[in-house]
């Protein structure tokens, strides 16, 4: 059984910044890709960054030169380093794991419980 289990939310001022984490537990495929998304209240969750198991990023245009994702593959933990932290980017943040396992590449998606993420003007 796989889970994820996020941690590092919290509230900060403007211009401050947050490490999150994202653990992952149970058994896992080399090709997958993790990523963070966010929900907002009133909005629809929208990808923030994702990282392929191999490094390969993409950012969301609105969090790009400020957010930073990275994984740790001996320890399956996935990060995002917020810096220069907006009000706008205040919302629940959820970890995903996309990952396909077997001989026939079935997929299997992943998510975490969310954590929330305020920052105050």
């Known amino acids: 059984q796989v889970q994820l289990v996020e941690s590092g939310g919290g509230l900060v001022q403007a211009g401050g910044s947050l490490r999150l984490s994202c653990a992952v537990s149970g058994s896992i495929s080399v090709l997958n890709v993790m990523g963070w998304y966010r929900q907002a209240p009133g909005k629809q969750r929208e990808l923030v960054a994702s990282?392929?198991?191999?490094?390969?990023?993409n950012y969301a245009d609105s969090v790009k030169g400020r957010f930073t994702v990275s994984r740790d593959n001996a320890k399956n933990t996935l990060y995002l380093q917020m810096n220069s932290l907006e009000p706008e980017d205040t919302a629940v943040y959820y970890c995903?794991?996309?990952?396909?396992?077997?001989?026939?590449?079935?997929?299997?998606?992943?998510w975490g419980q969310g954590t929330q993420v305020t920052v105050s003007s």
């Open positions: 990282i392929t198991s191999s490094g390969d990023t």
């Open positions: 995903n794991l996309d990952h396909y396992y077997g001989a026939l590449l079935r997929r299997a998606v992943y």
